[in-house]
C-alpha cells in the first residue's frame, strides 16, 4: 500500500520556475517573429553550438514542459491525498475548468474585437471553428481544429491530463509510484512510436500535435506526478549533485539535437526518445531546486513570484501581440535592431495584458469558485 505524502505548500521557488518558464516561450517566439537579432549574433559563433547564446532562446519552448512538470507535481499532490468521491470530483475538475477557460474566453472576445480593426488577426478557419475554439476542442479528433492562438495546442492537453489525474491518484493508493511512472513511459513511448512509424508526412512537424499530444506527453506529467513520492529532505550536497546531473543532461541532449538539426523533423528516430529524455532532466532540475533554501532561492524573489502570478496570462497573450505587430507593421522588423525593438514593445504589452488578466479574470474568478466549491 502507498502512503500518501503530504499536500505539497506554495513553494516560492517553483512560483518563480514557472514565470521564467512563460518568458523563456515567450522569448522562443520573439525569435521566430523577428529572427533579425538572432541571427546577426549567431554569425560571431559556430554553428549549431551552445556557445550560441541564441541557441537557448531557440530551446525556450522548453518551458512547455516546464509547466507540464509543475502540473503533474502541485495537482497531483491534491488527489494523492483526496478521498475520491463525486463531489470531490465535481469540485475538482470544476476549479481546473475555472482555471483554464475563462482566461481563454475573455482572450478570445477581446481578439474577435480587435480582428475588426487588425485585419488577419483572425483567420476564416478560426471563425469557421469559432465554436470549437471556445470549447478547447483543439488538434483533437473529429475535426481537428487548427487553434486561434498558437499557444492553445497546450491547453486541451493539460485538460485531458485533468481528466486522468484522478484516477492516477486512485492508482497510487495501491500501486508503487515506479510502476505508474513506466506504465506512462510505455504508453508515451508506444505512442510516439505508433505516430512516427504511421504518419506518411516528408516534415513531422506537420503532425506535432498529434505527436505531442497526451498521449505522447503522458510521462513528461508523470515525471511530475512522481516528485511527490521523493524525499523532501535532501542535504545541500544531493540537490548540488542532482543539479549538476540534470543540467549536464541537459545540455548534452541540447547538443545531441543541434548535431541532427537538419533531420530532426525529416524522420529520424530521435523525435521518439527525445523529448521524454529531456523531461526527464529538466524535471530532475525542478526537484533540485524545490528547497528555497537551496542557493538557487533567488527563483523566489518578488519579482519572479510576480512572474508566477501572471504566467498564464503571459503564455495567452504573448503570442497575439507578436502576430498583432506583424500584422500591423509587416515591413518593419527585417534588422537586428528593429527586432530589438520588437522585443521592448512585446514584453510591456504582454506584461501589462497578463496582469489585466490575473487581477480581472482568473483571480476573481478562481477566488469565486473557491468559496463556491468549497466543501460545506
Not at 463531489?87 to 482572450?107: C, D, K, M, N, Q
Not at 478547447?136 to 486541451?156: Q, S
Not at 545540455?251 to 528516430?269: A, E, I, K
Amino acid at each position: 500500500m502507498t502512503l500518501n505524502p503530504p499536500l505539497t505548500p506554495f513553494n516560492p521557488v517553483l512560483h518563480g520556475v514557472r514565470g521564467l518558464a512563460a518568458l523563456s516561450v515567450l522569448l522562443f517566439h520573439w525569435e521566430q517573429f523577428f529572427p533579425a537579432a538572432g541571427v546577426w549574433v549567431q554569425q560571431f559563433f559556430p554553428a549549431d553550438s551552445l556557445i550560441d547564446p541564441t541557441v537557448y532562446i531557440g530551446f525556450g519552448w522548453m518551458g512547455v514542459p516546464v509547466f507540464f512538470i509543475l502540473s503533474g507535481w502541485l495537482l497531483g499532490a491534491q488527489v494523492i491525498n483526496a478521498r475520491l468521491s463525486p463531489s470531490y470530483l465535481g469540485r475538482f475538475w470544476t476549479r481546473r475548468l475555472f482555471r483554464i477557460y475563462p482566461a481563454v474566453w475573455a482572450e478570445l472576445l477581446i481578439l474577435l474585437l480587435l480582428a475588426e480593426v487588425i485585419p488577419g488577426l483572425i483567420t476564416q478557419a478560426s471563425y469557421d471553428t469559432l465554436h470549437l475554439q471556445f470549447l478547447l476542442w483543439l488538434n483533437l479528433p473529429p475535426v481537428m481544429a487548427v487553434p486561434l492562438n498558437g499557444v492553445w495546442w497546450t491547453l486541451p492537453v493539460e485538460l485531458g491530463f485533468y481528466l486522468a489525474l484522478p484516477l492516477l491518484g486512485w492508482l497510487a493508493g495501491f500501486m508503487s509510484w515506479r510502476a505508474l511512472l513506466l506504465g506512462s513511459l510505455v504508453i508515451t513511448m508506444a505512442w510516439r512510436v505508433w505516430i512516427f512509424s504511421s504518419a506518411e508526412v516528408e516534415n513531422y512537424q506537420v503532425v506535432l500535435t498529434v505527436l505531442d499530444s497526451l498521449g505522447g506527453t503522458l510521462f513528461t506529467f508523470m515525471l511530475g506526478f512522481s516528485l511527490n513520492f521523493l524525499p523532501k529532505n535532501l542535504s545541500y550536497k544531493q540537490r548540488l549533485s542532482t543539479l549538476a546531473l540534470g543540467i549536464a543532461s541537459l545540455l548534452l541532449l541540447m547538443q545531441w539535437q543541434l548535431f541532427l538539426n537538419d533531420q530532426y523533423w525529416l524522420g529520424h528516430w530521435i523525435l521518439v526518445v527525445w523529448p521524454p529524455l529531456t523531461s526527464l532532466a529538466i524535471a530532475a532540475i525542478i526537484y533540485s531546486i524545490s528547497d528555497p533554501s537551496f542557493a538557487w532561492r533567488w527563483l523566489s524573489s518578488s519579482c519572479l513570484i510576480w512572474l508566477g502570478h501572471v504566467s498564464f496570462g503571459i503564455y495567452l497573450w504573448h503570442f497575439q501581440v507578436m502576430r498583432a505587430l506583424v500584422l500591423i507593421y509587416p515591413d518593419f522588423w527585417d534588422d537586428s535592431m528593429t527586432s530589438l525593438i520588437a522585443l521592448a514593445i512585446i514584453l510591456p504589452i504582454t506584461l501589462v495584458l497578463a496582469s489585466l488578466s490575473f487581477h480581472f479574470v482568473e483571480k476573481p474568478i478562481m477566488s469565486w469558485g473557491k468559496k463556491v466549491l468549497s466543501p460545506k
